[in-house]
Antibody
């Protein structure tokens, strides 16, 4: 059974960096079939896919155009986890952030989700 | 504004069937089989209910079914039960390694 456990601060000041981590059990971040994603949800923007990291002989990343200039998703094979960094945050980045696995190997469906982290951007 | 359009609400009595639509374009729903549906109860993470238009993951009751015609995908819940009351979201691959979601439909079991 795959489980994703999120950690990170729930409050970030404007212009600073949002950082979250997603620990994986029951699978490997270096899996050659799954991808590891970050998705956020807010009343104003709904569900929004932010990006993913995955391993296919080497590491790849894909990012949504809306955050591409500010986002980094990194794997950590030693801890079997992956992280999200979102720079220069504004109040519009306030949302519940989820990590999720896509086992299709494509940008298809998310079969396991983390518990969600409410991140508020406020001074 | 979400990329995929869903009705804000839907309702039905226990035992009835309800269908929720998800309308996109030829660049997403109409162009790929990669349409999925998620159920979300308050305060919980979304749960995958349907993938690739009409496939059910293990453990999802067969009361849930999906279909697609043109640029519109549909989720049908048959034999409504009280625990089906939740928000439902569709999503679709949208090209260029991107996925888009619908705005969500609140399903009420009367």
């Amino acid at each position: 059974q795959v489980q994703l456990q999120q950690s990170g601060p729930g409050l970030v000041k404007p212009s600073q960096t949002l950082s979250l981590t997603c620990g994986i059990s029951g699978d490997r971040v270096s899996s050659n079939s799954a991808t590891w994603n970050w998705i956020r949800q807010s009343p104003s923007r709904g569900l929004e896919w932010l990006g993913r990291t995955f391993h296919r002989s080497k590491w790849y990343n894909d990012y949504a155009g809306s955050v591409k200039s500010r986002i980094t998703i990194n794997p950590d094979t030693s801890k079997n986890q992956f992280s999200l960094q979102l720079n220069s945050v504004t109040p519009e980045d306030t949302a519940v952030y989820y990590c999720a696995r896509d086992s299709s190997g494509w940008v298809d469906y998310f079969d396991y989700w983390g518990q969600g982290t409410l991140v508020t951007v406020s001074s | 504004q979400s990329a995929l359009t869903q009705p804000p609400s839907a309702s039905g009595s226990p035992g009835q069937s309800v269908t929720i639509s998800c309308t996109g374009s030829s660049r997403d729903v109409g162009g790929y089989i990669y349409v999925s549906w998620y159920q979300q109860h308050p305060g919980k993470a979304p749960k995958l209910m349907i993938y690739e238009v009409s496939n059910r993951p293990s453990g999802v009751p067969n009361r849930f079914s999906g279909s697609k015609s043109g640029n519109t995908a549909s989720l049908t819940v048959s034999g409504l039960q009280a625990e089906d009351e939740a928000d439902y979201y569709c999503s679709s691959y949208a090209g260029s390694n991107n996925v888009v979601f619908g705005g969500g439909t609140k399903l009420t079991v009367l």
